[in-house]
C-alpha cells in the first residue's frame, strides 16, 4: 500500500503563472534537476497534456513512466496517476492544487503517493519522499519566479 505525503510552499507568482509552468511538460528538463526528459505522448482537444512520459535520473533512483493527467476548468487543481507499473513503481497519484494568495501569490499544496515496485524501509521511503516533494516546489517556486522577474 502506498503512503500519501503533502507539503505546501507560496510561490510569488499568481496561480495562471504557477500552472503554466506546471503544464509546460516540455521545459521540465530546464528546471527540474531529476527529469532528463519529459514528452507529451497526447492531448485533450483543448491542448493540455492527458498523458506524459517522464524519463528520470537522480543517481540511485531512475526510471521511465508515463503519468495520466486531468485539470479543474480553472487550473487550480491538476492531478496525475501512473498509467502503467514502471520499473521502479507499482502506482503514483498525485495533485497540485493552486490557491491565489491575498497579496498577490500562490499557495501551492502538493500531494503525493507513490508505491515503490522495489522493497525500501520505511525510514528511508518516508525521507526519500520528503526530499524528492521538498525539491519538487522548491525548483517549481525558482522557476516561476525567475521566469516572472525576467518579464
Known amino acids: 500500500m502506498a503512503d500519501s505525503s503533502t507539503q ?13 509552468v506546471i503544464c509546460d511538460f516540455p521545459s521540465y528538463p530546464e528546471w527540474a534537476e531529476a ?13 493540455y497534456a492527458s498523458q ?3 524519463v528520470l535520473d537522480a543517481g540511485v533512483i531512475a526510471d521511465e513512466y508515463v503519468l495520466a493527467y486531468g485539470y479543474s476548468e ?3 487543481h491538476i492531478e496525475w496517476q501512473l498509467v502503467a507499473p514502471s520499473k521502479m513503481q507499482k502506482a503514483q497519484r498525485g ?3 493552486l490557491v491565489a494568495d ?24 518516508r525521507k526519500a519522499e520528503k526530499m ?3 525539491a519538487a516546489l ?9 521566469l516572472g522577474s525576467a518579464q
Open 52 to 54: 506524459v512520459r517522464f
Open 102 to 125: 491575498a497579496d498577490g501569490g500562490t499557495t501551492v499544496t502538493y500531494t503525493l503517493e507513490v508505491e515503490l515496485a522495489v522493497g525500501m524501509l520505511g525510514m528511508f521511503r
Open 35 to 47: 527529469v532528463r526528459r519529459a514528452e507529451v505522448v497526447e492531448e485533450y482537444e483543448d491542448g
Open 132 to 134: 524528492i516533494m521538498d
Open 138 to 146: 522548491k525548483e517549481l517556486k525558482r522557476r516561476v519566479e525567475t
Open 74 to 76: 480553472d487550473l487550480s
Open 95 to 97: 495533485s497540485y492544487d
Open 8 to 20: 505546501s510552499i507560496t510561490i510569488g507568482a499568481p496561480p495562471d503563472r504557477v500552472a503554466a
